[in-house]
C-alpha cells in the first residue's frame, strides 16, 4: 500500500455522503392513508363532476396540503400514526388553530393581516368530514364560524343587462344576427328563469329542455352547497318563461348548424361555443361563461362611466353577484305572498 493511501482512505471518509444516497424520511402513516383517500376523490371528479366538482378537489387538496404542513408543526404526539388520529378532535383543534391563524399559507400574502377568514375555516371543517367519511372514520365536527350574508347589488341591474342585449340584437335582422347574440339572449334568459351557478348552467343538457306547445320546462341539477355532507346533486324542473322559450328556440336552431362544424361526436350539453371563439361548437365551459357575463358587464359599466355613475352603483361583474341578488329578491317576494 502506497503511504498515501491512508491518506486517500480518510480523505473519502471525511466527504458528505451524495444527495442520492440519503435516505429520505418516509412520509407519515396518516398523510399516506389520506392520499389514498384524496385519490378516490380525483377518481370520481374524473368521472362524475356533478358529485365532486373541480372546485371541491381543489378544496379537498388544500386542505390536505395544510395537514401535511401542520403535522411536522406538532398537531399531536399520535397525529402522523394513522388518518384516524390525524382527524382525532386535539388534532384538528390544533390544525384550525394554525389555519386560522393564517400559518399554514404556502403563498405570500400582500395583506396585513395573515389571519384566515371565517369562510375559509367552515372549509376546512366541511373538507374534513368527508375525508373522515370517505374513509369511514368516525368525526367530532369543530363549532362552524357562522355564516354571513354575502353582499348583493341592486336587481335593476339584471334589467339593464336584458335591455343592453336585446338593443345589441335590434342592431341586426332577425335571421343575421351573430352567434353570440343569439346564444347571449338564451342563456341569460335562462340565467334569469333558473338562478343557476356557472357549474350548473354549464353541466344543462339538451335532453334537461322540453319545448312544446304546452310545456316550457328546464331540468337543473342543483349541486349540493356548504361541503360534501353526503348529499347527491338535486335536479329541480323549472317552468320558463314565454320569452325564455322563444330565445331558445332561436338558440336551438343556431346550435344545429354548429354541430356540422364538429369533426367528432355530438356534443350532449345545452350551451356551445361559437363564433369568434376557434372551438366554436364544443360545450362551453363555466370560465366561458363567466367571461361572455363580465364582458357583458364591462360593456354596461362603459355606459355607466359615461354617466358619472359611481363606482358602488356600477354593474357588478360577477355572475355570483347577480344571482344571490336575484336569489333574494325571489325568496323576499315569496315571503310577502
Known amino acids: 500500500m502506497s503511504p498515501s493511501a491512508p491518506l486517500l482512505a480518510g480523505a473519502q471518509a471525511d466527504r458528505p455522503t451524495p444527495a442520492a444516497l440519503t435516505a429520505v424520511p418516509s412520509p407519515a402513516t396518516a398523510l399516506t392513508e389520506l392520499e389514498r383517500v384524496l385519490d378516490v376523490f380525483r377518481t370520481v371528479n374524473r368521472t362524475a363532476k356533478d358529485v365532486v366538482s373541480d372546485s371541491r378537489l381543489q378544496q379537498l387538496e388544500w386542505v390536505a396540503t395544510e395537514l401535511a404542513l401542520a403535522l411536522p408543526l406538532g398537531l399531536t404526539e399520535t397525529a402522523g400514526d394513522s388518518l384516524a388520529e390525524l ?6 383543534d390544533a390544525y384550525l388553530l394554525l389555519g ?16 384566515s377568514v371565517a369562510a375559509s375555516e367552515r372549509i376546512r371543517i366541511y373538507c374534513l368530514e368527508a375525508l373522515a367519511r370517505q374513509a369511514k372514520l368516525p368525526f367530532e365536527t369543530p363549532a362552524v364560524p357562522p355564516s354571513t350574508p354575502r353582499p348583493t347589488v341592486s336587481p335593476q341591474f339584471a334589467e339593464m343587462i336584458t335591455k343592453y342585449l336585446e ?3 335590434g342592431k341586426w335582422p332577425s335571421d343575421r344576427r351573430p352567434d353570440a347574440i343569439v346564444r347571449g339572449l338564451a342563456m341569460w334568459s335562462v340565467m334569469r328563469d333558473t338562478l343557476p351557478r356557472l357549474g350548473e348552467l354549464e353541466s344543462m343538457r339538451l335532453s334537461d329542455l322540453v319545448l312544446t306547445d304546452d310545456t316550457r320546462t328546464l331540468r337543473i341539477i342543483r349541486q349540493p352547497q356548504g361541503g360534501l355532507r353526503g348529499r347527491m ?19 336551438l336552431k343556431l346550435r344545429k348548424v354548429l354541430i356540422p362544424r364538429l369533426g367528432g361526436g355530438v356534443p350532449t350539453h345545452l350551451w356551445l361555443s361559437v363564433y369568434p371563439n376557434p372551438d366554436s361548437g364544443v ?7 363567466s367571461r361572455w357575463y363580465k364582458k357583458i358587464a364591462d360593456a354596461i359599466q362603459v355606459q355607466q362611466d359615461a ?3 359611481p363606482e358602488h352603483e356600477l354593474a357588478p361583474t360577477r355572475w355570483e353577484t347577480m344571482r344571490r ?5 325571489r325568496q323576499a317576494a315569496r315571503e310577502r305572498a
Do not use: C
Open 87 to 92: 382527524l382525532a378532535p386535539a388534532a384538528v
Open 100 to 115: 386560522r391563524g393564517g400559518h399554514l399559507r404556502s403563498m405570500p400574502t400582500v395583506s396585513t393581516d395573515p389571519t
Open 167 to 169: 338593443a345589441e340584437a
Open 233 to 251: 346533486p338535486e335536479p329541480e324542473t323549472v317552468h320558463l318563461s314565454e320569452d325564455t322559450a322563444t330565445h331558445l328556440a332561436e338558440w
Open 283 to 289: 360545450p362551453i365551459h363555466r370560465r366561458g361563461i
Open 307 to 309: 354617466q358619472d355613475v
Open 325 to 329: 341578488t336575484l336569489l333574494a329578491q
